[in-house]
């Protein structure tokens, strides 16, 4: 359990980690896609006992990160 709490902790600082070391927006939002699906996965299978579902409950509990997540960078890339 600690591990997940570590690597959740990781997740969220990376971002501003990469800003303050001078990273490009298109590089900033890349990273944030991958770590907000990251950050999905263990919540969703760590925090609400996933773990032990079936494997297609488990991908649509999950999905919904890769669909705001992809929306939102579709917006980006067209504004």
Do not use: N
Not at 26 to 52: C, P, R, T, Y
């Amino acid at each position: 359990m600690l591990a997940v709490y570590i690597a959740l902790m990781i997740c969220t600082m990376a971002p501003v980690v990469a800003m303050q070391a001078g990273a490009d927006m298109s590089v900033l939002v890349w990273l944030v896609f991958g770590l907000v699906i990251v950050k999905a996965v263990l919540l969703v299978d760590h925090f609400m006992e996933m773990k032990h579902a079936p494997w297609g409950w488990r991908m649509a509990a999950q999905g919904w990160a890769v669909v705001v997540v992809s929306v939102l960078a579709g917006i980006h890339l067209t504004g």
